[in-house]
């Protein structure tokens, strides 16, 4: 016995398709709708190509839906808009990243306010980032004509998708000469100056946060690519700038403000934390090291950082002295008074490193201030 099956059967969609007034939200009312633009079907993805039709998709991710509707359904068609425009369809990538109105119209997202609703600032965010991905040329020469991208970046970049997209321009873009060229782009627009101001005392945690989470993945990033471009004659001008001694010592500056600011202190010891974090292959003004169980030197720390990090060890050995003040903490075996807190941590976490890098004149002054004890003795002795 033989099943007969219909291969050629077509979807709700189509049915609809063939109404002359079948509006978008009807189409995006159906739940095969995102499986059958995926799919490639062709009425779908030419009622969608139409202008008006693009042009409401972009609107449904950039603009606040009515405030009186129902939780439940309030960002449901935000959602597939998203969904649509990033279902990585050519078609569409090709008007979206060609058609300047529209990528006008996406930009203006980034016009809003401080702070931008995080559930649209995430879909804005997927969609550049595919049009990135996918017309590179084209949304970098838009946006370098944009003078006021890297200015909203950073006034935005307390939203984690607003980090993310900045990310992506340093992901995203494979090809080694645009991705250099987005490099010194973002260099010459002082983007590395403009995020390590922002891990400061005087501004918010969750600023601190995605700023040095930024600079983190920046210095990652560019060592990944060293690695993979060894022999490229451009040197990463971000990396570059972020080793310089001035952006070491604005950082220094920000974790001994007289503001002593946890999150700013935790923020900034973090990317120095990221420095210090060996790697391959030994490059000029880098000394070499060799992390325990390793019998050759493969790896390296650049000078200037170490220099930088070794003057102001007396003020680190200071933070663990004196913290900024923190709450008794209530355990279930007892009270923390006061508790060792994040400061602490990470100036062991720094001290812990800068051991690793096993360099003669730290380890003296690391022994001269008696650090080690103090985190033997106070820290570890008093809370266990």
């Known amino acids: 016995m033989f099943w007969k099956f219909d291969l050629h059967s077509s979807s709700h969609i189509d049915t609809l398709l063939e109404r002359e007034d079948v509006t978008l939200k009807e189409l995006m009312d159906e739940e095969d709708v995102l499986q059958e633009c995926k799919a490639q079907n062709r009425k779908l993805i030419e009622f969608l190509l139409k202008s008006e039709c693009l042009e409401d998709l972009v609107s449904f991710i950039i603009e606040e839906p009515p405030q009186d509707m129902d939780e439940k359904i309030r960002y449901k068609y935000p959602n597939i808009s998203c969904e649509l425009l990033t279902s990585d369809v050519s ?47 084209q949304i970098v020469d838009f946006l370098k004509k944009k003078h006021d991208f890297v200015d909203l970046i950073i006034k935005h970049i307390g939203t984690s998708a607003i980090m993310d997209l900045l990310l992506r321009l340093l992901t995203c873009i494979e090809p080694p000469q645009p991705r250099q060229e987005v490099l010194n782009w973002l260099n010459e627009e002082r983007i590395i100056q403009r995020l390590v101001e922002i891990v400061h005392p005087s501004q918010d945690e969750d600023r601190h946060s995605n700023a040095s989470q930024s600079l983190c993945e920046i210095i990652r990033l560019s060592r990944d690519q060293m690695l993979q471009i060894q022999n490229s004659s451009e040197p990463d001008p971000l990396l570059a700038t972020l080793e310089k001694q001035e952006i070491i010592e604005q950082l220094l500056s920000n974790i001994f403000h007289k503001e002593k600011n946890e999150s700013a202190i935790v923020s900034a010891i973090q990317i120095l934390l990221t420095l210090l974090e060996t790697r391959r292959p030994t490059f000029e003004g880098h000394i070499e090291i060799c992390p325990p169980g390793m019998s050759h030197s493969t790896y390296s720390v650049n000078k200037s950082v170490l220099e930088a990090i070794k003057a102001r060890l007396a003020s680190f050995h200071e933070l663990l002295l004196e913290p900024p003040k923190k709450s008794v903490m209530k355990t279930t075996w007892g009270v923390l008074d006061p508790p060792v807190g994040n400061t602490r941590l990470n100036v062991i976490r720094l001290i812990s490193s800068l051991l690793q890098t096993n360099t003669n004149n730290v380890n003296l002054e690391l022994m001269e201030l008696n650090s080690i004890g103090v985190i033997l003795v106070r820290i570890i002795y008093l809370h266990c």
């Open 91 to 137: 078609q569409i990538n090709d008007r979206l990243g060609e058609e300047e109105s529209l990528l006008m119209k996406l930009y203006s997202f980034l016009l809003n306010e401080s702070p931008l609703n995080p559930l649209l600032a995430s879909f804005f965010s997927k969609v550049l980032s595919i049009l990135i991905s996918r017309k590179p040329e």
